[in-house]
């Protein structure tokens, strides 16, 4: 600490007056604007919402108020409404004054007709029924988490004689949103119920719902715009996939084959989207006996035994009537048998569903460097026909053309990668150059403060080598002047009355004696401090 007060008493010994004095000023200003500040946000009233989010109208009203009120109030604008501030102490108060008188009035529902006075014509009361159920929706809607803030407009159908002139229940609602909230479907879709069933008369597809942007949120027209447009971009997601993969295929089939860059495939692939169903029912003819009988019906008749003969013998007697001729015998046999079999007639039934997606044709070219002969080209047509099923009832192409190719690209593509391998190349050994400057740095750093540390231990040691030798000098001085006046004293030459007096010094002498004792007794009490002081004369001449 009181290292710490010497540099603070050796720092401000080395300034100017003039800068004493800034520094003065300076810490007085500090003070002063401290003392300031705290006054005037002490002083200052804890402001509270009173209401948040209110209309202009409203606001205004609530204003004119707390100003004959003589409350103080602090009004704030932002998108969501106005919002008005008085003092913490005043908030409940001025909430129950002007509750008392109505405000603010809000969205009122039904509870309008609460305020219903005599004499109000049938024109005021359609109104305050609109006005009603345009503030009971309001309420409504405004339950649900992602709305902020509605509007309702609602127009009512006028009765009529005539069933013509009449004229449907329209409805629009304006929703603003809270940030980062969207309505899903469902919940428009809820919204929507909701308006329709609250009034008679009013349907669903006379129901406009926007949010703050203009944006319609339940538009028809766009969910099927939108379902065509999905179907749309699913078919043509599925076409662009089927051919990728089989150009994909071909395509490293001749680059195994040929090499790299010796052919290019092009395929175009038309799929067939219609859903089609099919019923058939098919019967298939009996063959002899093949079939399942169904039913039988089996007849036999027989006779044995004699009889006349029935017609009697040819000629003109016996076919004249009344004639009677002889009558003759002879035996008769007689058998009969039928059978009639019917059989299950063989049908078959199919229904088949033929799913989209099907491919109706394809067409595919390939391009072959010219110096690919004849018989590879008829070789490749075989294989890529092969590989991709081409049918040529359904129309399907292949095409092997032979053109020169150009190796400019290969070229640039060749030298941008080679130009791309010099510069990661270059970075690395420039971070590797970094790496090692800044390992190189931190070593330098190490031994600089070794060394220093070094020098200054070496020069302290030197310091107490030469205090030592100093010290060994004067003792040595000292015993040799003793020695010189004993000598002296043995000879005679020094009287006698002066042996036991010590010797008399002049001021100047007794003076560097006496800093020269207290240097010493510094140096052997803090010897660190003194060789640190020693330091600081030598950087300083």
């Known amino acids: 600490m009181a290292e710490w007060k010497e540099r603070y008493l050796q720092l401000w010994n080395k300034t100017t007056k003039r800068q004493r004095y800034m520094i003065l000023g300076g810490v007085v200003l500090l003070f002063a604007l401290i003392l300031g500040s705290s006054y005037f946000y002490g002083s200052k009233p804890d402001l509270v919402p009173l209401f948040t989010n209110m209309e202009a109208k409203d606001a205004g009203e609530v204003a004119a108020k707390l100003k004959e009120s003589k409350i103080q109030y ?42 219903s006075k005599l004499g109000v014509t049938e024109f005021q009361n359609k109104v305050n029924y609109l006005q009603a159920l345009q503030g009971e929706l309001t309420r409504t809607i405004e339950q649900i988490a992602a709305v902020d803030k509605v509007r309702v407009h609602i127009v ?6 005539y069933k013509k002139n009449e004229k449907p229940a329209t409805a629009s609602i304006m929703l603003k949103l809270r940030p980062d909230k969207k309505l899903s479907k469902k919940e428009i879709k809820g919204i929507v119920n909701l308006t329709a069933h609250s009034i008679q008369g009013l349907t669903p597809e006379n129901i406009t719902i926007v949010d703050d942007t203009g944006k319609i949120l339940n538009d028809p027209d766009e969910d099927d715009e939108k379902n065509v447009s999905n179907q749309t971009i699913s078919q043509l997601e599925m076409t ?13 089939l001749l680059d195994q084959a040929l090499g790299e860059g010796r052919a290019f495939v092009r395929v175009n692939v038309e799929l067939d989207f219609d859903q089609r169903q099919t019923d058939r029912q098919i019967f298939t003819p009996v063959v002899d006996e093949s079939g399942i009988i169904r039913s039988q019906q089996d007849m036999s008749e027989s006779y044995n035994g004699t009889s006349n003969n029935p017609g009697g013998p040819a000629g003109v007697q016996s076919n004249i009537p009344g004639y009677v001729a002889q009558a003759e015998t002879a035996n008769a046999q007689y058998e009969k048998k039928e059978s009639t079999k019917n059989y299950e007639i063989n049908e078959e039934k199919s229904k088949i569903i033929a799913s989209p997606g099907s491919i109706r044709r394809v067409n595919i070219a390939v391009l072959v460097n010219d110096d690919i002969t004849r018989a590879q080209q008829d070789s490749i047509l075989r294989s890529v026909s092969s590989a991709v099923g081409i049918n040529a009832e359904r129309g399907d192409t292949v095409s092997v053309e032979p053109l020169p190719f150009s190796t400019e690209l290969a070229d640039r593509r060749a030298a941008e990668e080679a130009a791309e391998r010099a510069r990661q190349d270059r970075n690395f050994y420039m971070s590797v150059a970094a790496g090692v400057l800044l390992l190189a740095l931190i070593i330098g750093a190490v031994l600089l403060r070794r060394r220093r540390l070094r020098l200054e231990r070496e020069a302290y040691e030197e310091e107490q080598r030469q205090l030592a030798l100093a010290e060994q000098e004067r003792l040595e001085e ?52 003194v060789a640190m002081l020693v330091k600081t004369w030598l950087s300083e001449d």
């Open 74 to 115: 602090e009004v704030q604008e932002t998108k969501q409404g106005v919002t008005i501030l008085v003092p913490s102490k005043d908030v409940h108060g001025a909430r129950l004054d002007l509750a008392t008188q109505g405000l603010p009035r809000g969205n009122k529902g039904f509870e309008i007709f609460d305020d």
């Open 156 to 161: 009512l159908p006028e009765d009529s004689l």
């Open 240 to 252: 662009r996939k089927v051919k990728e993969r089989m150009q994909k295929d071909v395509q490293s």
């Open 478 to 529: 000292e015993r040799r002047m003793e020695q010189e006046r004993a000598e002296l004293i043995a000879a005679g030459q020094v009287p006698e009355q002066l042996v036991d007096e010590e010797p008399q010094l002049t001021e100047d002498e007794l003076r560097t004696l006496s800093e020269r004792e207290a240097i010493e007794k510094l140096i052997n009490e803090k010897p660190a401090e």
